[in-house]
Nanobody, 124 residues
Framework: QVQLVESGGGLVQAGGSLRLSCAAS????????MAWFRRAPAKEREFVAG????????AYADSVKGRITISRDNAKNAVYLQMNNLEPEDTAVYYC?????????????????WGQGTQVTVSS
């Protein structure tokens, strides 16, 4: 099992940047495929980015490509989401998710473990 705790959210102006972190506790973090999802007000939870256990071939939602980068540090049991050039449409609660092995999936049902989320608010 793994427990996930997100941090780094906050209020930022459009065009600004934030770096979200997800700290994982538990053993064998390196076996987990990790992802970030978000849920905007009155919207369904959606996939943002994901990364496999080796860190290769990350995947991104089309809406964030070129602005957001996912990375992981298995030695620190952490995954990160660097968000640049933020837009008001990026306002949401961002969730870290994990599943054992496999490729990056874009459906939330494919992930077994979830954090509590961190709020990101982008003002115009």
């Amino acid at each position: 099992q793994v427990q996930l705790v997100e941090s780094g959210g906050g209020l930022v102006q459009a065009g600004g940047s934030l770096r979200l972190s997800c700290a994982a506790s538990g053993r064998l973090f390196s076996v987990y495929t990790m992802a970030w999802f978000r849920r905007a007000p009155a919207k369904e939870r959606e996939f943002v980015a994901g990364i496999t256990l080796t860190g290769g071939a990350p995947a991104y939602a089309d809406s964030v490509k070129g602005r957001i980068t996912i990375s992981r540090d298995n030695a620190k049991n952490a995954v990160y989401l660097q968000m640049n050039n933020l837009e008001p449409e990026d306002t949401a609660v961002y969730y870290c998710a994990a599943r054992v092995g496999g490729g990056v999936g874009t459906e939330s049902s494919g992930y077994e473990y979830w954090g509590q989320g961190t709020q990101v608010t982008v003002s115009s």
